[in-house]
C-alpha cells in the first residue's frame, strides 16, 4: 500500500497524537505557563498513544513506500516506549513542576517518545536514521532542563557532543551502505549485502555504525559518557535516557545488524558478543566500585546494556525475545530505581551510598519497594529481571558453541551485579542512621515506586502472555 | 477427608497467605506469635494428614498436582511425593511449628521475625516436592531470601558479613546448578523434540550421553554440595550458624542443609548414572573429608554453636558417603541421616539458644559446672550430645551404623578412616560436656540462671522422643525411604 491515505494514517496514529500532542503543549504552555495542564495533556496524550498502538498488535502492513512497517514487533515496542514514558511523566509528578521549563519538559519527551515510536516501525535507513536523530536531539537539552542542577550543564554538553559525533559515525557508515548496494531499504540492503561477503569496506561500515550506535547503547568501550551524563542529569532524566532512549538504539540495533547485515553475521555476532562481555564485566565491576548510589546505577545500567547485547550477538528468535524482555523489565526497574533514589537523595541531601542508612525505619515503604526493584535488578527469581536474563541464557544455550560460554559469562556477571545490589539493600536494612530523621513518604512516589514493583513481582510470576508476545514479535526480526 | 488433590498446594501456600495475614494482623506481639503458629500447623496437619493417606510400599509419586505453568517454556506446576521427600517433608512442617514456639521470647520485630520463618517454609516446602526442574529452582532461591534477612536482622554481632556470606556463597551455588539444569534442559529437549523442564518426564524418557553426564554432573554436584555442606566449600555455614538466630540455625541445619542432600538424591543421581558411579569414589572422598575435617574443627572450637555447627559438616558428610556407597544400605542411611541430623541439630541449636539465653555466654572456656544449676537443660544437653555421637537406641546410631554398613561393603579403607571421626565426635562432645556442665560451678555466670521456660520444653520434649522412638524404631522411615532408594539404585545401576 503505497502514498499516504487516510487508512495510513490510521497506522499511524499513534505517532500522530504524539506529535500533536507535543505542539499543543508547546503553544498551551507558552500562553497560560500552566504546569498542571501542561503535565494532563503530556499523559493523556501518551495514554490516547498507547491506546491506538495496542488497536494495531496484530497487523501486518507496509505503508509509506515501504519504509514504514505496521507489525507485532514495531506495535510491541511501541506500546513499551509509550509505558515507560508514561512511567516517567507520571514520576515527574513532583519534579516537573519545581522547574523553570516545565512545559519544554513534557515536550521533550513527547518528542523522544514519537522518534522511538517510529524507530520501531521504520524500514528504511533513513526513516530509521531521521527517527533515531529525533529521539537523540530531543533529549541534548533534558540534562539541562532543571536550571538548579549545576552538574545539567557539564552533563548536557557531554552528552551532546558525543551524541553529535556518534550521529556523524553513523551516518558515515549508512552512507558506505548505500554505496555499496544503491538502496536503504532494509530487506534489500540484506538481498544486496549477500554479494559483498569479503568486502573490507562493509566491515568499515559495519564497525561504525556499530560504534556511533553502541555509544547510543552505552556498549564499551563507548560507554564512558554515560556514567557522567547519568549522574550530572537531574534524576528524572536520567531514568528517562536510560530506561527509554537508550533502548532506541538496541531497536536500531536489531534492524540494522540483525536484519540488513545478516548477510555477515558470523562476523557481526562474534564483535557482538566480544562487546556485551565487555560491557557487562566492565559495567558490574566498575558499579562494585562506587560509593555513590547514582553513579552505581549508572554503571549498572551500562551493564544491563551488556546483557541486551548478548540477545543480539546470539542471533536467533529466542535471543531477541529474550533482548525484548529484557529492554521492557529493564525499562521498568531503572523508572522504579532512579525515582526511588531520586525521593531519598531529596531527602537526605546526597546519592551517597551512606545516605540510605536506616531507611527500613525512616522510610519503610520506599525501602521495600525498592529492594523489591534491587532483587529483579539482580536477577532473583521470579522478578521479571530473572526472567528476561533466563532467556538470554536459555537462547545463548540453545545456540551452543561458544555461545555456552557468553551464557556462562552473563551467569556470572549476574551473581557479581548481586553484591552490588545487595549492599545498597543492605545499608537500607541493616544500617541504623546516626539521627534518625522521619522521612515524608510522598503518595505519588511510592505509588510509581511500587506500580513498577508490582509489574515486576506480577509478570514475573506470570510471565507467559509477555514471553508469547515477544516471542511472536521476534518472529519479525528472525524469520 | 481432603482430597488428595490440592493437600500438596494449601500445605505449601499455606505458610505464605499465613505470612502476610500475620503482616497485616500482627501488630502485637502475641497476635503475630499467635498467628504464626496457627498458619504453621495446618502445614503439619497436612502433612500428617498425607501421611495418613500415604500408600506404603510404591515408588509412584503420590498426591500428584499437575497443571501448565509457562507453555512456552514447558514450564509445569507439579507437584508430587514420594519416599524420598515425605520424610524430609514432615521434618520441615514440625520443625517450623517447633521453631515458632521456641521463639516466643524473640521480642524484636516479631511480626516480620514470624513472617520471615513463615515464607522459609513455604520455600522449603516447594524444594521438596516440586517435579519440575524450574519450579524447583525457584524455590531453591525462594529460600536464600528470608534467610538472608533472619541472620542479617536476628543475628548476633557479625551478622551482617555472615548474611552476606551466606547469600553469596549459595547464590553462586544455585547458579552453578541453573546452568547444570539449563544443560540438562537443552540436552532433553533436543531427544525428546520438545523442550520440558518435567523432571520425571526427562527421567523418564531421556538418558544423556556419557560426556555430557561427566560434564553435567560437577555442576550439579557442586550446586547441591554448597547447600549440604561439604568441606572445601562449607566456610559459609559456621558463619551463618553463629551469627544466626536460634530460629534461624534450627532451620538451617534442622532443614535447609537437607535440601543440598535431597537435590543430590532426586536430580543428580536419578538422571546421571553413569557420572554417578564414575565420581563415586571421589564423593566419597569428599564425604570422608568432610566427616573428619569437620570433627576435628569441631574440636578446636570454644564456642559451643560453632562446635555444633562443625558436627553438622561432620555428620552431613556421612550423607554424602553414604549415598556414595550406592548400595541400599548406603542410601537409606543417607537419607536416615538427614532426618535424624535433622531433629538432633534442632534440638541441639534450640538448647545452645537457651544457654546464651539464661548465662549469656555459649563460651565453653567461660562455662563451668552449668549442671548444678541448670538442671533440666543440661538434661537435654546429655541427651541431644549423646543422640549426635551416636548412642546406641537414639536416632543417629541407626542412621551412622547403615551408612557404615553400606559404606564399608563398597569402600573399605576409605569407611575406616570414616570411622575415626566417630571417636573424634565422641570425643568433642564429651570433652565439652565435662568442661562446660560439670566441675564447679562458675559463679559469674550469675547467681540464678533461669531453667527452661514452657514454650522451650515443649519442643525438647517432643524431639527427644522423637529421637528416642526412631532410635528404637526406625521402621516407618526406613521402610519409608528403603522403596524409593531401591528405585533410584535400580536407575544408577549400583550393587544391591
Redesign the interface.
Known sequence: MDGVTVQTMGYLLPEIILAAAGCVIMLVYSYTKNRTLAFILAIDSLLAAMFAAVLLLGKDVTIIFGTVEINTFAVLLKIIFIFLSILVVWASWNFAPNIQYAGEYYVFILFATLGMTLLASAQDLLTLFVAFELTSISTYTLPLIDHRNEQGREAAVKYFITGSFSSALVLFGLSILFGLTGTLHLKSLAVALSQYGGEPLLFAACMLVIAGFGYKMTIAPFHLWAPDVYEGSPTPVTAFLAAATKKGAFVVGFKVFLVALVAIKLQVSIVLAALAVLTMTLGNVAALLQQDTKRMLAYSSVAHAGNILVGLAVYSQLAVAGSILHIVAHGIMTVGIFFGLFFVAGQRGGYDLAGFAGLRKTAPLTAFGLLLIL?SLAG???FLGFWSKMVL??SA??AGGWYVLL??IL??N??LS??YY?RIA?VM??DSEPEALKVQEKGSYVAVLYACAILLTLVGFF??QL??IS?EAARFIIP | MISGNFLLSLMLFTPLVSALVVFALGKQEKQARALALLGSLIPLACSLLMLNGYRWGTVELQFVEKWA?????GITYYLGIDGLSMPLVILSTLLTTLTILFSWDVHHRVREYMCLLLILETGILGVFISLDFFLF??FW??V??PMY?LI??WGGPR??YAA?KF??YT??AS?VM??GI??I??NAGEQLGYYTFNMMEIMQKVSFARHFQLLVFPALFFGFAVKIPVVPVHTWLPDAHVEAPTGGSVMLAGVLLKMGGYGLIRIAFGLMPEAVRFYAWSMAVVGVVSMVYGALLALAQDDLKKMIAYSSVSHMGSVVLGLAALNVMGFNGAIFQMFAHGLISAMLFMLCGILQHSVHTRLISGLGGVASRIPRLSVFFVFAFFASLGLPGLAGFIAELTVYIGAFSTYQTLTLIAIVSVVLTAAYYLWALERAFFGPYNEELGEHPHDLYWFQTVPLVLLTALILFFGLYPAPVMDMVDVSSRFILQIVGGAF
Do not use: G, K, Q, T
Not at chain 2, 69 to 73: A, K, P, R, S
Open positions: 532483587l532473583i527469581p521470579p541464557v536459555l544455550f540453545e551464557a556462562l551467569v556470572l549476574s551473581a548481586l553484591v545487595a543492605r536494612y541493616m510471565p507467559d514471553v508469547a516471542n | 505453568w509457562i507453555e512456552d517454556f529452582y525457584l532461591e525462594i536464600l531470601l534477612f542479617a536482622e551478622r551482617r552476606i547469600f553469596i547464590h553462586v547458579l541453573l546452568v539449563i544443560a534442559y537443552f
